[in-house]
């Protein structure tokens, strides 16, 4: 297998396609990347996706891989540079390292004193989007978003608390993937925080999991409202990464860093998934969709203004002062207290086989949200492709989650007490155990907004679509749903019963046979930053 390294060959490679041709010895390691590395010497002064590019020691790392290959070794991931996130990001790639990765650099990360995580800092500066450098890429996984998206690498880490995976990879026009809370190490105190990456492929994505999901799934030991560092043997992690004002003490550099110790050991578990041609035409989606139809009678977090302080103090006002609280659901039965909030990290083994097509729940709001009427039309014209293509089939029912901002900053913000959010988390934890024994997949726009500019979000929760999903502990991806009005890509986001990570690659996949990849041509990127307004 030949592979084009040219400046304009490299950026469309695949990591599969990279892998394949180096254990096949038609193309060294260290060809491949020095490609990299000369795409990132190219693009990085602009595009500032890296806080650091390790070129001698990468170049060093690939030369044992060729080495490895040539002693016969089989690597999955054989020469495939990647990107990992923040300057501590490559203790956790300690598995894609053992499989033939060859880490690049560190990918930028919000910095320090950032008011809001859409963004990160870079060796050269903010990082930005690369459809538009007057836009933010999202964050925190700002650079490994912006990497992949402009060809630098074919893959890189993330990690998500908040949507710091599926954000980035939504604004940017990758496939982002967010693992079941707890399935991969992790230190975050909260239990809000998973491992992720980000491909320009999902077939890449699917790669990344057959590597580090080997081995028994590791669970947190604590209880709802105990704190990750108050459990035994748990060192705290720092800062949220949300898409709105902050609402603590500012995050390190490295923040929401996820998982700190390497993944499990390779698994040899493979699937191939085949598009199924027949679909079930009474259930294709109906072209003008209603982006709202619930009424919201209270204001919520995906517009809303920043909740009140008191003077001098980074911490949330007094509840009674806040006019932004919710009311807890009353109604909503609540399951048994378990030891962990997320009770299924893992599928059962009675889970009933997934049928073809794939039956599928579509909600713009998750009931609450003030979802953009552009991005909900975009994100269910991406529902009718996979509808047309036979992979999903719509079953018609209200998603009506509770608002889980109050519970999620609860659980994030210093001196809050945790304790609150066990109701709120109950009642959506149980609503969605019933969702998703009836349906395999939950689909929703990955964002209620486009991506902002650098200036910041204002009043906007770009996390309202997609912290919910870490409360619950749910895997969930973000597929390219195509470009909106201002030239940025939307998102949509597909969420799957706990440990069903397989079923959300098998969709990805799926879609991507029937789908034209888009590539951004860098714009505005040869502007010089003294040329830019922002």
């Known amino acids: ?31 491949v990347v020095a490609a990299s590395l000369a795409r990132i010497e190219r693009v990085e002064p602009t595009l500032s996706a890296f806080a650091e590019v390790w070129g001698e020691e990468a170049l060093r790392r690939a030369g044992e891989v060729d080495a490895r290959v040539a002693a016969g070794e089989w690597l999955p991931l054989a020469g495939v540079p990647i990107g990992v996130k923040g300057r501590r990001g490559l203790r956790t790639a300690g598995a894609l390292v053992a499989a033939g990765c060859v880490p690049v650099g560190a990918t930028s990360v919000p910095g320090p004193g950032t008011a809001w995580q859409t963004w990160g800092l870079g060796a050269h500066g903010r990082t930005v989007n690369p459809w538009r450098a007057d836009r933010t890429p999202g964050g925190s996984s700002a ?39 707890a399935r991969l190490p992790s230190t975050d105190r909260t239990g809000l925080t998973a491992a992720g990456v980000l491909t320009r492929h999902a077939s890449d994505a699917a790669a990344y999991w057959r590597v580090v999901s080997g081995g028994p799934p590791r669970r947190p030991d604590r209880t709802p409202g105990q704190t990750l560092d108050q459990a035994p043997g748990r060192t705290p992690d720092q800062g949220p990464d949300l898409g709105h004002a902050s609402q603590g003490p500012n995050p390190s550099p490295d923040s929401d860093l996820s998982p700190d110790s390497d993944p499990s050991p390779l698994s040899d578990a493979r699937r191939n998934p085949t598009p199924r041609p027949d679909s079930d035409q009474s259930h294709r989606p109906n072209p003008n969709p209603n982006p709202h139809p619930h009424p919201h009678p209270h204001p919520h977090p995906s517009h809303r203004p920043a909740p009140s302080r008191k003077p001098g103090s980074n911490q949330e006002s ?37 049928p073809s097509p794939i039956p599928a729940i579509w909600s713009p709001d998750l009931g609450f949200a003030d979802t953009d009427a552009d991005i909900a039309a975009l994100a269910y014209g991406a529902v009718g492709r996979l509808v047309e293509a036979g992979i999903v089939r719509l079953v018609s029912q209200d998603v009506c989650l509770a608002d889980p901002g109050p519970a999620w900053l609860a659980l994030r913000t210093p001196g809050a007490d945790a304790a609150v959010a066990q109701p709120l988390q109950e009642a959506n934890d149980h609503l969605l155990a019933g ?77 991507e046979l029937d789908r034209r990849s888009e590539f951004p041509r860098l714009n505005g990127l040869n502007r010089t930053r003294e040329q830019d307004p922002n």
């Not at 919710?326 to 009770?343: C, I």
């Not at 999903?469 to 890509?489: M, R, V």
């Open 143 to 181: 650079g490994s978003a912006a990497a992949v998206a402009a060809g630098l690498v074919p893959m890189a880490t993330g990690s998500d608390g908040a949507g710091s995976v599926r954000i980035p990879a939504a604004w940017c026009g990758v496939f982002g993937l967010k693992t079941t809370n």
């Open 318 to 354: 007094d509840q009674s002062q806040n006019p932004y609280q919710y009311p807890r659901p009353s109604q909503a039965p609540r399951p048994h207290p378990h030891p962990h909030p997320h009770p299924h990290p893992h599928p059962h083994p009675s889970q009933p086989p997934t």
């Open 1 to 31: 297998m030949e592979l084009d390294l040219s400046p304009d060959g490299y950026p469309s490679l695949s990591a599969e396609g990279i892998a394949a041709a180096v254990r096949a010895r038609t193309v060294r390691a260290v060809d």
């Open 435 to 511: 969702l998703f024994a009836e349906t395999p997949l939950l689909l929703t726009p990955t964002t209620p907004n486009p991506p902002h500019g650098h200036e910041g979000p204002g009043d906007r929760y770009s996390t309202a679509l997609t912290w919910a999903f870490n409360l619950s502990g749910h895997p969930a991806a973000s597929i390219p749903a195509g470009l909106g009005p201002d030239g940025c890509p939307v998102g949509l986001q597909l969420v799957a019963r706990h440990g069903a990570e397989p079923l959300l690659l098998r969709v990805a996949q799926l879609d």
